[in-house]
DNA sequence: TTCCAGGCAATAC
DNA sequence: GTATTGCATGGA
């Protein structure tokens, strides 16, 4: 006899049943984290509060929303733990605002967030996204930000779906790297693919963006290190079951 | 000491 | 169009 489960099971298609794979092994993520919340999971490696599981009402005030948009800058190729440090140091020095961070010199912003590196770049980066952001009246099309000197498709997306609440799934090393061990992509698939298998096969919703892709972070901190053996993920079994 | 991290733009072919 | 390179810090 087939049980409704197992039905539903094979209904379920590949990226649908990862995603409930992944929040049955980690729960819910409480992405995007923000340093002005107290907070709740310190076991969170690197964080020394701001995440907020189960609860999506972030960002709550236009600097919350500054706030990622400048982690979104920061952590380009660089770890969570570094960003945190430079955005402690950011709002000690009374940058964590559109207009403060465009009035002050900008070798004070480059000594801010200095543990973040390519502080050159990023500092550029910042001043140039806080001027946009300062003058923006509506929330912006992905093209919009796209094209912001800085702002390629992996920051446009987390934009959009942490600052901003609009569904656009995130593609990063990570979701690469794990998509093709596990032979959902070839070698050489290309952001946008990699995008539209994502969001042609899961509810566009924002709230289930946000987590999986927070999901396939943690996941990928677990058993996608670089030089560590993928062999070991239990998505595998998971798929050839 | 060497390698890596929640990319991106510029340049080279 | 696709591949390579520079950017930079601090932790493993």
């Given at each position: 006899m087939i049980s409704l489960i197992d039905n539903i099971s094979k209904k379920m298609n590949t990226i649908e049943k990862i995603y409930k794979k992944l929040l049955e092994i980690y729960g819910p993520q409480g992405w995007w984290p923000l340093i002005e919340i107290n907070g709740t999971n310190p076991t969170k490696t690197g964080s020394i509060n701001g995440y907020h599981q189960n609860d999506y009402s972030y960002p709550r005030t236009k600097n919350q929303q500054f706030e990622i948009i400048l982690g979104v800058i920061l952590t380009q190729n660089t770890s969570w733990p570094q960003v945190e440090i430079a955005l402690k140091n950011l709002k000690k020095n009374s940058l964590l605002s559109p207009k403060k961070i465009t009035e002050k010199n900008i070798n004070l912003i480059k000594k801010s967030i200095k543990p973040a590196g390519y502080y050159n770049q990023k500092s550029e980066r910042i001043i140039t996204v806080s001027k946009y952001f300062k003058s923006l009246k509506k929330t912006p099309s992905r093209d919009e930000i796209l094209s912001i000197k800085g702002i390629g498709p992996e920051s446009a997306d987390s934009i959009m779906l942490y600052a901003f609440k609009i569904p656009e799934f995130i593609i990063d090393a990570y979701t690469k790297r794990i998509m093709k061990a596990l032979g959902l992509?070839?070698?050489?698939?290309k952001y946008d693919k990699i995008k539209e298998i994502f969001e042609r096969s899961i509810k566009k919703d924002t709230k289930i963006y946000q987590e999986y892709h927070a999901l396939l972070v943690e996941h990928a901190k677990h058993y996608y290190k670089k030089g560590s053996d993928f062999k070991k993920d239990p998505l595998l079994k998971l798929l050839t079951s």
């Amino acid at each position: 006899m087939i049980s409704l489960i197992d039905n539903i099971s094979k209904k379920m298609n590949t990226i649908e049943k990862i995603y409930k794979k992944l929040l049955e092994i980690y729960g819910p993520q409480g992405w995007w984290p923000l340093i002005e919340i107290n907070g709740t999971n310190p076991t969170k490696t690197g964080s020394i509060n701001g995440y907020h599981q189960n609860d999506y009402s972030y960002p709550r005030t236009k600097n919350q929303q500054f706030e990622i948009i400048l982690g979104v800058i920061l952590t380009q190729n660089t770890s969570w733990p570094q960003v945190e440090i430079a955005l402690k140091n950011l709002k000690k020095n009374s940058l964590l605002s559109p207009k403060k961070i465009t009035e002050k010199n900008i070798n004070l912003i480059k000594k801010s967030i200095k543990p973040a590196g390519y502080y050159n770049q990023k500092s550029e980066r910042i001043i140039t996204v806080s001027k946009y952001f300062k003058s923006l009246k509506k929330t912006p099309s992905r093209d919009e930000i796209l094209s912001i000197k800085g702002i390629g498709p992996e920051s446009a997306d987390s934009i959009m779906l942490y600052a901003f609440k609009i569904p656009e799934f995130i593609i990063d090393a990570y979701t690469k790297r794990i998509m093709k061990a596990l032979g959902l992509i070839s070698e050489n698939a290309k952001y946008d693919k990699i995008k539209e298998i994502f969001e042609r096969s899961i509810k566009k919703d924002t709230k289930i963006y946000q987590e999986y892709h927070a999901l396939l972070v943690e996941h990928a901190k677990h058993y996608y290190k670089k030089g560590s053996d993928f062999k070991k993920d239990p998505l595998l079994k998971l798929l050839t079951s």
